[in-house]
C-alpha cells in the first residue's frame, strides 16, 4: 500500500461522506413525505443520516489502521464498505412505498 494512496482514498472518503449526508437528508425528507412511513421506518430514516457519513470515517479508520501495521494492497477493499451500505439504503427507499 502507498501512503498517496492512502491519502487520496481517505480525501475522497471525507468527500462521501459530505456526499451521503445531503443524500440522507433529501432522500429521505422525499420519502417520508411522500410514502408517510411509520415510526420504524422513520427511525431507520434518521439512523442512516448519520450511519451513512460513518461508514465512510469508519472505512478509512481501517485502511489507515491496515497501512500502519503493514497489511497488503487487498486493504483497499475496505474503500468499498460505504458503496455496500449506500446501495443498501437506496434499496431500501426506493422500496419504501411499494407497501412490503
Do not use: E, R
Not at 30 to 50: E, H, R, T, W
Not at 54 to 81: D, E, M, R
Not at 83 to 95: C, D, I, M, Q, R
Amino acid at each position: 500500500m502507498s501512503f498517496a494512496g492512502i491519502v487520496l482514498g481517505t480525501i475522497l472518503q471525507l468527500m462521501l461522506a459530505f456526499f451521503l449526508f445531503m443524500l440522507v437528508a433529501v432522500s429521505g425528507g422525499g420519502a417520508s413525505d411522500g410514502a408517510a412511513p411509520d415510526k420504524v421506518q422513520m427511525g431507520i430514516l434518521n439512523f442512516s443520516l448519520y450511519a451513512l457519513p460513518a461508514t465512510c470515517l469508519v472505512s478509512a479508520g481501517i485502511v489507515l489502521y491496515l497501512y500502519l501495521h503493514g497489511s497488503g494492497p487487498s486493504s483497499y477493499w475496505w474503500h468499498g464498505l460505504p458503496l455496500v451500505a449506500t446501495a443498501l439504503y437506496v434499496f431500501y427507499v426506493l422500496n419504501l412505498g411499494s407497501g412490503a
